[in-house]
């Protein structure tokens, strides 16, 4: 079966065709600027061909239309039918507590993703909107959203409550969340084949502009460092992370933002952008770093110091590690991230191998743990659009 997996935004809209035969990738693209002037659509087949569209896009529905004439195209697609589609897999951003796992599409899940765009008003409309348009063009085709939140749906109440009153969390369902589901839960899977067990305790470091990091006992998360939305936890790209509530206001007044603007500066303008002054992108503070710039080193320091902290504290919550995962954008590629985050983890059990840090990035996991190290350290590279893809083909074959 070829399934379509979609990741679409508000302006945006990602896509894959891939071949569940063997799990490969026929195809993938973008739409840019929906809704604006100048929309372009992008594509790259397996062997390399490539076709640029230029076409407005007023709305998803003309982008999805765009998309499948893309993946028609005779010299430049990768089909000769849109009937070779065997079902489509939305990436949503929330389940809300509404959904527990994936779920196939109907009439019922999109009215309850639409109850739910105030826990994410940022990308839920232009998620729902793709979901429409793509129903509306591949009538019969059969769909399932797979949501952002739904393999942190495991944690406990103690884990995913806030000290507040318990009304507004009733009401209000203010709460942890946690986000990157899909890519913890790829990994956390793909961890437990390379260990050759599901009854394994796991942290996944999912790094990247933006990053978190889960504790998952025999597959199932029991924590995770996002919260009710992607600005909780770890210093980030721009994102701030865990700070003081006081320490918001006191910035808010100080610098005269307007209240509705403030969780916009902290998302936009501080974590590593906003430490350094030089940039967002881990690579240029590497590389700042390594020539003597101390506000570049300090933000790398910061970031890796924060993940160390979350490792030790869900350690605690698993009562141990079976093995420690890097992956994600940063995880996969900086080293030196990596080295600062294992630098003195002996107490863990952790017998880290330097030369093999060093040594990755290269295709497929990496070991850089010692071989007799009690706990695992590993780089297994994720897959977020395969786990949609692998999590549709579930569903639908079970409809």
Known sequence: MKILVI?????????QLIDMKDESVLLKG????ITAKGGVLTQKTFDGRELVLNREMPTHKEAMELVLHA???PEKGALKSVDEIGAVGHR???????????????????????????LGPLHMPGNIACIKSCREVMKGVPMVAVCDT??????????????????????YKVRKYGFHGT?????????????????????????????SISAVKDGKCVDTSMGFTPLEGLMMGTRSGDIDPAAVDYIRVKLGIAPDEVVNYLNKKCGMLGVSGLSSDCRDLTAAAKEGNARAALALEMVAYRVKKYIGSFAAVLGGADAVVFTGGIGEHSPYIRNLVLQDMEYMG?????????????????????PDSKVKVLVVPTNEELSIARETLGLVKKA
């Open 7 to 15: 990741n679409a935004g508000s302006s945006s809209l990602k896509y």
């Open 30 to 33: 973008v739409c840019e600027r």
């Open 71 to 73: 993946m028609l195209d």
């Open 92 to 118: 949503v951003l929330h389940s809300a507590e509404d959904f527990k796992c994936s779920v196939v599409i109907d009439d019922e899940v999109i009215r309850i993703c639409e109850k739910n765009i105030d």
């Open 150 to 171: 739904t393999f942190h749906s495991t944690m406990p109440p103690k884990a995913f409550m806030y000290g507040i009153p318990y009304e507004v969390y009733e009401q």
């Open 183 to 211: 890519s913890h839960k790829f990994v956390s899977e793909e961890t437990a084949k390379i260990l050759g067990t599901k009854n394994c305790r796991l942290i996944i470091c999912h790094l990247g502009n933006g990053s």
């Open 350 to 370: 952790i017998k880290y191998d330097a030369a093999a840090n060093e040594a990755y990035p290269h295709a497929g996991v990496g070991v850089l743990s010692a």
